[in-house]
């Protein structure tokens, strides 16, 4: 059975910050604890980033917070995106709440115990025998990975209609304590925002959108936990983002994508269009180094990117909604990478 996806959908909080803005409380709150803050500072200005949404006003970032702080922060801001983009993909695809059966919940940038979707449950109107499930830790990738759950779920289970959400409230866990060179980084990258599909086996959907969803596959390399994840501390969720993020994309992701093609019986001409998550600039260029791609060919990439800058799982999907939006036709194989270190892929049919 082909699994569909019949709705799709991303979110933002309403506070717009435009980068100069971050540079301009970056050099505020951290420069005076971090000697080498100048010299980073360019990371502002090459990032790629003109404006970027975060779940809290300025002023919240004003003054230190606790991680009890971050959290509460955290845990208000993301559920209101999960339900601001849970039911514009509900509207896309024509389901009301009641018509879900599994909802699967993404999201690695703060705790939610009761998680994020029975924190909705009321807002959303979901069934009291919905299906939840709830997915931590997948960080960037979270967005390809949580797919590819949501539509193994849909495959399981005959005409199953399945909502997959997947949310980041970044700005709220940065650490501003004792800040590390990933901490700069963090700052200049990432930002808030949500995105949601629906995905379905069923005939009955009124949404003609004809995109088939294949079955996902992953590549973990051995000795990598330290290139990308969170440190937790007292005050915070400090970013590991390695330096070498680059530099590993460029050698490896190649042989990468040849695997997960393999799985899916396709050679890399075959696929009309990548859509990988823009993690930053340099990553995008080496995503296109290493599979010899045409130079600036990830242009939706990057104008997520600058439109709202890195928010980790939900990114992906703002570029495939506008990829589909573009009316694209053909097979496509969407990717992230995550920590692990992690590779997800899952290939995409716009027939």
């Known amino acids: 059975m082909s699994v569909k996806l019949v709705g799709i959908s991303t979110a933002v909080p309403g506070e717009k910050i435009p980068q100069t803005i971050v540079l301009d409380w970056a050099r505020r709150t951290l420069g005076s604890k971090f000697s080498q803050f100048e010299r980073m500072s360019k ?10 949404y975060t779940v809290a006003d300025t002023t919240w970032f004003e003054t230190p917070k606790s991680m009890s702080e971050r959290n509460d922060a955290y845990l208000t801001g993301s559920t209101a995106l999960f339900v601001k983009a849970a039911k514009a ?41 919905v299906m939840r499930v709830p997915v931590f830790g997948l960080g960037c990738a979270g967005g390809v990975s949580g797919m590819a759950i949501a539509r193994d779920l849909a495959a399981a289970r005959e005409a199953a209609k399945v909502l997959m959400v ?7 866990s940065f650490c501003s304590g004792v800040p590390r060179k990933a901490d700069i980084i963090g700052a200049a990258l990432f930002g ?3 995105a949601a599909v629906c995905l379905t086996t069923g005939k009955e959907s009124r949404n003609a959108r004809n995109v088939v969803i294949g079955t996902g596959t992953q ?9 990308m ?35 899916i019986g396709k050679d890399a001409d075959q696929i009309d269009r990548f859509v990988f998550h823009p993690g930053g600039t340099k990553v995008l260029q080496a995503i296109e180094q290493s599979l010899d791609l045409q130079p600036d060919s990830l242009g939706i990439e990057r ?24 009316d694209h036709k053909g097979d496509m194989l969407m990717g992230a990478f995550g920590p692990g270190f992690t590779a997800s892929f899952l290939p995409v049919a716009h027939v």
């Open 303 to 326: 104008q997520v990117l600058r439109d709202f800058g890195n928010m980790s799982a939900p990114t992906v999907l703002f570029v495939l909604k506008q990829v589909l939006e573009t």
């Open 219 to 227: 590549k973990i390399w051995p000795d990598t936990l330290s290139i």
């Open 192 to 194: 808030d925002g949500a």
């Open 229 to 263: 994840g969170w440190e937790v501390d007292d005050n915070s969720l400090g970013v590991v983002f390695d330096k070498a993020i680059p530099d590993f994309t460029r050698t490896h992701l190649q042989a990468a994508v040849t695997g997960a093609l393999a799985d």
């Open 43 to 52: 990371a502002f200005e090459n990032a790629g980033i003109d404006t970027r």
């Open 89 to 129: 993909a509900l509207d896309d695809a024509q389901w009301t709440a009641e018509d879900v059966d599994v909802v699967v919940t993404v999201s690695s940038t703060g705790i939610a115990t009761p998680s994020l979707e029975a924190r909705a449950l009321s807002k959303m109107g979901f069934r009291d025998d």
């Open 166 to 172: 997947a949310v980041e409230a970044c700005s709220v």
